[in-house]
T-cell receptor
C-alpha cells in the first residue's frame, strides 16, 4: 500500500520569505513523486515530478523539491514566495512497481502568502 | 489550460436522480482518470480507463459507473444520488497507462439537494 502525508494543513509565510511545504510518503518499491497546485475553483496543475536521477527537481513558477530517500520525504520549496502562490498544494506518490497509474494524493496544504 | 475538458462545470440535482459527467482528454492521451474531491474525503481516485478498457478501480461506489468511448472521451455516471455525493469531480488524462504525469481538467461541481 502507498500513502502520502502532508503534516501541515496550512502554511503561512510573508511575501519574499522562503516557502516550504512538507511531504512524506510510504510505498512498496521506489516512488514516483509529484506536486500539484490547485487555485480556487480550478483544477490541479502539475508543478514538478521526481522519477529518477537528481534528487533536486526544478519545476514551474520557481518551485523546486528535494527527494530524500532516507527520510522518505519530498518537500516543496520556493526561495521567495509571492502573494500569487497562495493556493492548495498536493503531494502525490505512485509506486514504480505499479503497472498502472494509480496516484495517492496527500490531504493538501493550504499556503497563505501575506503581503 | 491543461487541455482536458470537462462538462458541465456546475450541476445541481435532487436526491435519487442520475447525472452524467463528460470528459475529453488531452489530444493524444489514451488514459483517463476520474477523481472525487470533497472536504471530508480529500482527493479520492475513482477509476481509470486506458484506450477504452477499464484499467484500475479505486473507491468507486456501485451506484457510479464510467466508460471510455472509441474517440477516447469518457463519461462518469452517478445514479441514485445522495447528499453525500456532492463534490467536485475531476477528470485527468495521461498519454499512457502508467500515467507518469497526469493532467487535470477544471472539474465538475455536483451539488445534490
Amino acid at each position: 500500500a502507498q500513502s502520502v502525508a502532508q503534516p501541515e494543513d496550512q502554511v503561512n509565510v510573508a511575501e519574499g520569505n522562503p516557502l516550504t511545504v512538507k511531504c512524506t510518503y510510504s510505498v512498496s518499491g521506489n516512488p514516483y513523486l509529484f506536486w500539484y497546485v490547485q487555485y480556487p475553483n480550478r483544477g490541479l496543475q502539475f508543478l514538478l515530478k521526481y522519477i529518477t536521477g537528481d534528487n533536486l527537481v526544478k519545476g514551474s513558477y520557481g518551485f523546486e523539491a528535494e527527494f530524500n530517500k532516507s527520510q522518505t520525504s519530498f518537500h516543496l520549496k520556493k526561495p521567495s514566495a509571492l502573494v500569487s502562490d497562495s493556493a492548495l498544494y498536493f503531494c502525490a506518490v505512485r509506486s514504480t512497481t505499479d503497472s498502472w497509474g494509480k496516484f495517492q494524493f496527500g490531504a493538501g496544504t493550504q499556503v497563505v502568502v501575506t503581503p | 489550460d491543461s487541455g482536458v475538458t470537462q462538462t458541465p462545470k456546475h450541476l445541481i440535482t435532487a436526491t435519487g436522480q442520475r447525472v452524467t459527467l463528460r470528459c475529453s482528454p488531452r489530444s493524444g492521451d489514451l488514459s483517463v482518470y476520474w477523481y472525487q474531491q470533497s472536504l471530508d474525503q480529500g482527493l479520492q481516485f475513482l477509476i481509470q480507463y486506458y484506450n477504452g478498457e477499464e484499467r484500475a478501480k479505486g473507491n468507486i461506489l456501485e451506484r457510479f459507473s464510467a466508460q471510455q468511448f472509441p474517440d477516447l472521451h469518457s463519461e462518469l455516471n452517478l445514479s441514485s444520488l445522495e447528499l453525500g455525493d456532492s463534490a467536485l469531480y475531476f477528470c485527468a488524462s495521461s498519454v499512457d497507462a502508467l500515467g507518469n504525469t497526469i493532467y487535470f481538467g477544471e472539474g465538475s461541481w455536483l451539488t445534490v439537494v
